[in-house]
């Protein structure tokens, strides 16, 4: 059975009754490792893969029936020995990118990790050269008729 | 009747919304008062009318009346009245009312209380706002019409969404679409001043109360849907980064930077082409919001296409508004004359790095959001762009502001002294500083970038405090006349203090959690494990009967080194008409902690799954945002800042470290 769950928000968002909602229990107890390192790596590693069936969770916080075989998967890889480089890249064969919550860093999503800095760096240099502008217009304005009668009174002191 | 009541009232709402819109067409040239004048009842017999469909349809799920779709699609005769009526908005067609209807509200409320407005800017306002309410009513009536019948009627509802059946339903959408709908009050106000020509100072101190108002509803709103999604899903977490939450953060990010450039706009006339810009901005991702969350789009991009007619009437409208709004700015921004100067070391130049650092927190936030889409529509690649990518963006762009934040708000206008403000926040500096390193000495080997986290909320805590501190209280002055001088400074000196401190607070409480515990087991009856310090025993299992649903309640008994705390009640529960299973946490406080459980499924051998959390310090995270909102509201008593307050007399006083007893 496919189990999904929503955020509260997104239920209110997608309205009742578009999927079935599920009391959420993310990692189950018979699946946690008994040794604590290796339950970490996994507990870090889930939290980087979507679980393909649910609206935008991690497999570490959905209790959708692939997620709980993805997390168990995870743990069976990390018992056998494989580097998280090694689990990503399987997944990643198996799914296709859609599977990684953080996409990798390429030329198709060089925009996407470049972008918000980018944003940043045009506006600093927008707000550069208007300063600058701003700064030599007012040096350069002409002295009002009230300012040159003020200048003249003071240089005639 | 009460449907067709409804239905007519909604269609007298947009044929007024319509009338008030085209309005301008009249007056505009001829400068007629009297029919200027007109558009304050037009919008108020507007209003009345979407408040009349509104208390139809909501007469409709109280009364249980299950002739109507929407009624009978999500509610049922045994939901508690509570849910009956928050059922109203808890669907897509009555969500879009009671969007409808806090538009008509803030319309009315310019209507009222804009009384010291210009006539002509008021009329302009009110005008557009009609312009708005004439989409999103055709939109309603066209495309969503919650009064639609069903024949025959069923003799029972389908009942509404477990998940929805809570508390939260009645405070998060209303208070979240009172700060979303608020911006259209400020976007209505720059729309006004783009089509007059004009802008000044003035014009700043009529918007800033409405958006101050909005962003404090949208503060509280984000927060209660924050502390929803905490209780409601079983493991604790408080953000997820989903889109639909991120389609309330931007406008919140563009909304927090609008509340500080006109600040600057109405203190200095200065950021004046900026700040129109933030309003149209700000507005547009809140329809961008609403558009990304009604349309579906974001499911599934095939899920656009499933109701063509929806979907392609929200990209008009977004189009027609973001569009319309961002070309009349390109055609008159230009026209609008530059105000005040100021050094790059003043509040001004702080408060631009205010808004370029948010601006760029908003634009990731919406890069990352829509970027799947964009890719999916142009390659045909699947990406997914999840918690991740935010997390690495969106904190480094937010980090530098809350280090910056409180030297901005202690350095003087037009020209500030770094090097003098940089003193006077020595001691609360030092303090976060040390309370950094303490952490981090204390937890060896634990989280580095949690300390710094709370090192930095209880700067910006520790600054806040300080500003008021100095400003009341010069070198060498005595306790009395520093409190003298501590009663005469504004509201909007202490509202703001008082936001920049619940800020501070969030932030100490979101990296707090880096310190949460967990315990994940199975539990017979009698058993005890331990969380973050406290022993948690399964002391009962028992079978509860509810209204509209049954469950089983576990009980568990909490001590701490051996002393009863209390019991937390965790319960798995069958709703009885949809047969859905939800789970309902069960939560202990002790004083901003929370230790938390909630139940999982049973094993065969009649073990159940439990998980225990603690969280220290969990509860600062929505307190802080309750703080935040309290300081707008704060600044909002100003008298200052009441709509219709002499425009000018306090021009400059502001400027003065402190402002004189009033």
């Known amino acids: 059975m496919m189990r999904l769950r929503l955020t509260p928000l997104a239920a209110f968002a997608l309205f009742a009754g578009l999927a079935l909602a599920r009391p959420a229990l993310a990692v189950e107890a018979n699946e946690v490792l008994a040794d604590p390192k290796l339950e970490a790596r996994a507990r870090v590693l889930s939290g980087e893969f979507r679980c393909l069936v649910c609206q935008n969770e991690s497999i570490d916080e959905s209790n959708a029936q692939l997620a709980h075989d993805l997390r168990v998967l995870i743990r069976e890889q990390l018992v056998a020995g494989r580097s998280d480089a090694q689990i990503r890249d399987f997944l990643v064969d198996r799914y296709g990118q859609f599977v990684l919550l953080k996409p990798r860093f390429d030329g198709e999503t060089l925009l996407l990790w470049l972008g918000p800095f980018l944003i940043l760096a045009i506006g600093a240099g927008l707000i550069g050269v208007a300063a600058r502008r701003r700064r030599i217009a007012a040096a350069d304005a002409p002295l009002s008729a009230e300012e040159r009668a003020e200048l003249e009174r003071l240089e005639a002191q | 009747m009460i449907a067709e009541v409804g239905f007519f009232a909604l269609l007298l709402a947009l044929a007024l919304a319509i009338l008030l819109a085209l309005s301008p067409l009249v007056w505009s040239a001829s400068g007629d008062r009297a029919i200027m004048a007109l558009t304050r009842p037009l919008m108020l017999a507007m209003a009345g009318f979407v408040a009349l469909a509104f208390a139809m349809l909501t007469t409709a799920y109280v009364t249980s009346d299950f002739s109507l779709a929407s009624v009978a699609e999500n509610s049922h005769s045994t939901v508690p009245l509570i849910f009956k009526v928050t059922g109203v908005w808890g669907n897509h067609e009555g969500s879009m009312l009671l969007w409808a209807l806090i538009l008509a509200i803030f319309g009315a409320l310019v ?39 069903l024949d025959p009627a069923p003799p029972e509802g389908q009942d509404l969404n477990p998940v929805l059946q809570d508390i939260g339903l009645a405070i998060h959408p209303p208070l979240l679409y009172l700060g979303y709908v608020g911006f259209s009050v400020a976007f209505a106000f720059a729309i006004a001043a783009l089509i007059e020509g004009r802008i000044d100072a003035a014009w700043a101190r009529y918007v800033r109360p409405w958006t101050l108002l909005a962003w404090s509803f949208l503060t509280v709103g984000i927060a209660m849907g924050s502390y929803w999604a905490y209780y409601v899903l079983g493991w604790g977490g408080f953000w997820f980064w989903d889109p639909v939450e991120n389609a309330s953060l931007m406008p919140w990010l563009a909304g927090t930077a609008l509340v500080h450039s006109t600040l600057v706009m109405e203190k200095r006339d200065a950021l004046k082409v900026w700040t129109l810009l933030l309003a149209i901005l700000t507005f547009s991702l809140s329809l961008l919001g609403t558009f990304l969350v009604r349309s579906g789009v974001l499911t599934s991009v095939h899920a656009f296409a499933s109701d063509p007619r929806r979907g392609v009437f929200i990209l008009a409208i977004l189009t027609a508004f973001i569009g319309g709004g961002l070309t009349l700015f390109a055609a008159r921004a230009g026209e609008l004359k530059a105000g005040g100067l100021f050094a790059p070391i003043s509040r001004e130049g702080a408060l631009v790095l205010n808004n370029l650092l948010l601006a760029s927190a908003a634009a990731a936030v919406l890069i990352g959001t829509l970027y799947p889409l964009a890719l999916e529509a142009l390659t045909g690649d699947k990406i997914s762009v999840g918690p991740p990518y935010f997390n690495a963006t969106v904190p480094p762009l937010l980090a530098p502001l809350l280090l910056a934040l409180p030297f901005g708000q202690s350095l003087a206008w ?249």
């Open chain 2, 111 to 149: 209507a009222l209380v804009g009384t010291g407005l210009p006539r002509r800017l008021q009329a302009r306002v009110l005008s557009v706002q009609g312009l708005i309410a004439t989409a999103f009513l055709a939109f309603i009536v066209f495309t969503s019409n919650p009064f639609l019948r």
């Open chain 2, 414 to 662: 037009k020209r500030g002294d770094l090097y003098g403000t940089a003193q006077r926040l020595f001691v609360a500096f030092g303090l976060s500083a040390l309370l950094a390193f303490g952490l981090i000495a204390v937890e060896i080997g634990g989280p580095v970038l949690a300390p710094l986290g709370v090192g930095l909320g209880a700067f910006v805590v520790l600054g806040s405090v300080a500003e008021i501190v100095t400003r009341s209280w010069p070198a060498g002055a005595t306790l009395r006349l520093a409190l003298r001088r501590a009663a005469g400074l504004s509201r909007q000196a202490y509202g703001s203090a008082l936001a920049h401190i619940g800020l501070g607070l969030t932030v100490i409480g979101i990296a707090a959690t880096a310190w949460h515990s967990e315990t994940i087991t199975l539990m017979s009856l009698g058993d005890t494990r331990e969380v973050g310090g406290y022993t948690v025993t399964l002391a009962k299992l028992s079978p509860v009967q509810g209204p509209n649903y049954r469950e089983t309640a576990a009980v568990f008994r909490v001590a701490s080194a051996g002393v009863p705390q209390g019991d937390v009640v965790s319960t798995k529960r069958i709703y009885t008409v949809r047969g859905t299973p939800t789970t309902q946490v069960g939560l202990m406080t002790q004083g901003l902690s929370q230790i938390y459980a909630s139940l999982g499924d049973s094993e065969p051998d009649g073990r159940i799954g439990v998980r225990l959390y603690w969280k220290p310090f969990v509860l600062l995270i929505w307190l802080g945002a309750l703080v935040m909102a309290a300081g707008g509201a704060l600044s909002l008593s100003d008298r200052r800042l009441r709509i219709g307050f002499a425009a000018v007399s306090s021009f400059g006083r502001a400027s003065a470290p402190a402002a004189p007893a009033e």
